[in-house]
Protein backbone atom coordinates (compact mmCIF):
# COMPACT_ATOMS: atom_id res chain seq x y z
CA UNK A 1 0.00 0.00 0.00
CA UNK A 2 3.45 2.28 0.33
CA UNK A 3 5.94 1.37 -1.83
CA UNK A 4 8.49 3.44 -2.37
CA UNK A 5 11.25 4.04 -4.92
CA UNK A 6 14.27 6.63 -6.18
CA UNK A 7 16.83 5.39 -3.63
CA UNK A 8 20.69 5.00 -4.81
CA UNK A 9 24.28 6.48 -4.70
CA UNK A 10 24.81 10.07 -4.25
CA UNK A 11 28.24 12.22 -4.08
CA UNK A 12 28.36 14.68 -1.13
CA UNK A 13 26.17 17.86 -2.14
CA UNK A 14 24.30 16.03 -5.05
CA UNK A 15 20.47 15.46 -5.13
CA UNK A 16 18.19 12.37 -4.95
CA UNK A 17 14.31 12.11 -4.81
CA UNK A 18 12.43 10.08 -3.67
CA UNK A 19 8.55 8.68 -4.49
CA UNK A 20 5.76 7.00 -2.34
CA UNK A 21 3.00 5.57 -4.24
CA UNK A 22 -0.49 5.06 -2.06
CA UNK A 23 -2.35 2.55 -3.01
CA UNK A 24 -5.43 0.99 -1.00
CA UNK A 25 -6.57 2.30 2.53
CA UNK A 26 -3.52 4.41 2.93
CA UNK A 27 -5.25 6.79 0.22
CA UNK A 28 -7.67 7.94 2.94
CA UNK A 29 -4.57 8.99 5.67
CA UNK A 30 -3.50 12.45 6.75
CA UNK A 31 -0.08 12.51 7.25
CA UNK A 32 2.24 11.05 4.75
CA UNK A 33 5.82 11.51 6.09
CA UNK A 34 9.70 9.99 5.63
CA UNK A 35 11.42 8.36 8.08
CA UNK A 36 15.08 7.05 7.61
CA UNK A 37 17.33 4.70 9.87
CA UNK A 38 21.34 4.81 9.48
CA UNK A 39 23.35 1.58 10.05
CA UNK A 40 23.05 1.59 14.07
CA UNK A 41 20.80 3.72 14.91
CA UNK A 42 17.34 4.47 15.86
CA UNK A 43 14.94 5.41 13.14
CA UNK A 44 14.21 8.81 13.24
CA UNK A 45 11.28 11.45 11.57
CA UNK A 46 12.76 13.53 8.63
CA UNK A 47 9.53 15.22 7.07
CA UNK A 48 5.70 14.83 6.88
CA UNK A 49 3.42 16.63 5.07
CA UNK A 50 -0.64 17.11 5.23
CA UNK A 51 -2.57 15.22 2.22
CA UNK A 52 -5.60 17.99 2.54
CA UNK A 53 -3.55 20.55 3.60
CA UNK A 54 -0.45 20.73 2.54
CA UNK A 55 1.11 21.49 6.13
CA UNK A 56 4.88 20.29 6.08
CA UNK A 57 6.84 19.50 8.96
CA UNK A 58 10.52 18.98 8.93
CA UNK A 59 13.63 17.65 11.20
CA UNK A 60 15.92 20.24 11.83
CA UNK A 61 18.62 18.27 10.32
CA UNK A 62 17.24 18.08 6.93
CA UNK A 63 15.22 21.14 7.06
CA UNK A 64 16.59 24.12 3.75
CA UNK A 65 17.80 20.98 1.73
CA UNK A 66 15.12 18.53 1.68
CA UNK A 67 11.57 19.46 0.62
CA UNK A 68 8.45 16.87 0.55
CA UNK A 69 5.40 17.62 -1.81
CA UNK A 70 2.71 15.73 -2.69
CA UNK A 71 0.35 15.10 -6.24
CA UNK A 72 -2.69 14.33 -4.89
CA UNK A 73 -4.37 13.40 -8.61
CA UNK A 74 -1.34 10.44 -8.45
CA UNK A 75 -1.63 9.69 -5.22
CA UNK A 76 2.29 10.00 -4.73
CA UNK A 77 4.33 11.84 -2.01
CA UNK A 78 7.82 13.36 -2.87
CA UNK A 79 10.97 13.80 -1.05
CA UNK A 80 13.56 15.80 -2.77
CA UNK A 81 17.32 15.87 -1.05
CA UNK A 82 19.48 18.09 -2.20
CA UNK A 83 23.27 19.42 -0.71
CA UNK A 84 23.61 15.26 0.63
CA UNK A 85 25.52 14.51 3.35
CA UNK A 86 27.11 11.43 4.04
CA UNK A 87 25.09 11.99 7.54
CA UNK A 88 21.89 11.35 5.09
CA UNK A 89 22.84 7.55 4.20
CA UNK A 90 20.31 5.30 5.63
CA UNK A 91 17.13 3.37 4.58
CA UNK A 92 14.24 5.51 4.17
CA UNK A 93 10.69 4.37 4.85
CA UNK A 94 7.48 6.24 3.84
CA UNK A 95 4.27 6.49 6.11
CA UNK A 96 1.10 7.00 5.83
CA UNK A 97 -0.70 7.80 9.02
CA UNK A 98 -4.11 9.97 10.39
CA UNK A 99 -2.29 12.34 12.65
CA UNK A 100 1.25 13.89 12.58
CA UNK A 101 3.54 12.60 15.36
CA UNK A 102 7.17 12.19 16.34
CA UNK A 103 6.48 8.57 17.67
CA UNK A 104 7.08 5.71 15.35
CA UNK A 105 5.31 3.63 17.70
CA UNK A 106 1.99 5.34 16.91
CA UNK A 107 2.31 5.52 12.88
CA UNK A 108 -0.34 3.05 11.03
CA UNK A 109 1.53 2.17 7.62
CA UNK A 110 5.15 1.60 6.54
CA UNK A 111 6.78 1.37 2.98
CA UNK A 112 9.33 -1.11 2.42
CA UNK A 113 11.91 0.97 2.19
CA UNK A 114 15.21 2.60 0.03
CA UNK A 115 18.26 2.76 0.28
CA UNK A 116 20.24 6.02 0.09
CA UNK A 117 23.81 6.07 0.14
CA UNK A 118 25.83 9.69 0.50
CA UNK A 119 29.43 9.19 0.14
CA UNK A 120 32.02 12.42 0.57
Known amino acids: QLQASGGGSAQAGGSLRLSCAVS????????RGWWRQAPGKEREFVAV????????YYAASVKGRFTISRDTAKNTEYLQMNSLKPEDTGIYYC???????????????WGQGTLVTVSS
Open 95 to 109: TANNFITDNPARISS
Open 24 to 31: GDTRSTYA
Open 49 to 56: IGSTDGRT
